[in-house]
């Protein structure tokens, strides 16, 4: 079946560093994917629409100079969290829709930031 | 705009004990309504979905919801939980079908031996 994967799981970095998340579709192409923050024990709420070949689409609220996102192809899309913050910690799900269909997206097993 | 609410942070229950867990949607059209669930370390899982037909629907795991528009509810139950069920579940309602999933706040499943 289709899966997609995030990489790193986890990650500690320093106060005012960049990190960078990956999500890729493993066995399938998915020219949409979407970005989602959870603060523990809370909700997914969604970040942005990560869109390949054009600018991601970012939810009210969301700075997109703060979270940076390139689909660079159609199997992958990048989440960068530029000049990381304690209060940017979190856990970090991408996900990607099914192919020909719009029923049913695919979540990756998130990406957990810590910062110091 | 859609939202969601899960009425229920934390619940317990015995296994082998039925379960249902609760919740209400609030979306301008018929909504594409999902369950997942959240394990430790896993990332979410499908449970079930509903987009129209039977309101009653079957998932994985033994679970079921119903769909009830009249009381904009799409509740999940199962008769008979595992200690295995234990996690968290989100229900979601979608836009678009499963595009720009709006979650709500998790329940929190806990099973007493």
């Known amino acids: 079946g289709a899966v997609v994967s995030q990489h790193p799981s986890w990650v500690i970095c320093k106060s005012g560093t960049s990190v960078k998340i990956e999500c890729r579709s493993l066995?399938?192409?998915?020219?949409?994917m979407f970005w989602y923050r959870q603060f523990p024990k809370q909700s997914l709420m969604l970040m942005a629409t990560s869109n390949e070949g054009s600018k991601a689409t970012y939810e009210q609220g969301v700075e997109k100079d703060k979270f940076l996102i390139n689909h660079a192809s159609l199997t992958l899309s990048t989440l960068t969290v530029t000049s990381a913050h304690p209060e940017d910690s979190s856990f970090y799900i991408c996900s990607a829709p099914r192919p020909q269909t719009q029923e049913t997206q695919y979540f990756g097993p998130g990406t957990r930031l810590l910062v110091l | 705009a859609q939202s969601v609410t899960q009425p229920d942070i934390h619940i317990t229950v015995s296994e082998g004990a039925s379960l249902e867990l609760r919740c209400n949607y609030s979306y301008g059209a018929t909504p594409y309504l999902f369950w997942y669930v959240q394990s430790p370390g896993q990332g979410l899982q499908l449970l079930l979905k509903?987009?129209?037909?039977?309101?009653l629907v079957q998932g994985i795991k033994g679970f079921e919801a119903e769909f009830k528009r009249s009381q904009s509810s799409f509740n999940l139950r199962k008769p008979s939980v595992h200690w295995s069920d234990a996690a968290e579940y989100f229900c979601a309602v979608g836009e678009w079908g499963a595009q720009k999933l709006v979650f709500g706040q998790g329940t929190r499943l806990t099973i007493n031996p």
């Open positions: 509903y987009f129209s037909g039977d309101t």
């Open positions: 066995d399938f192409q998915a020219t949409t």
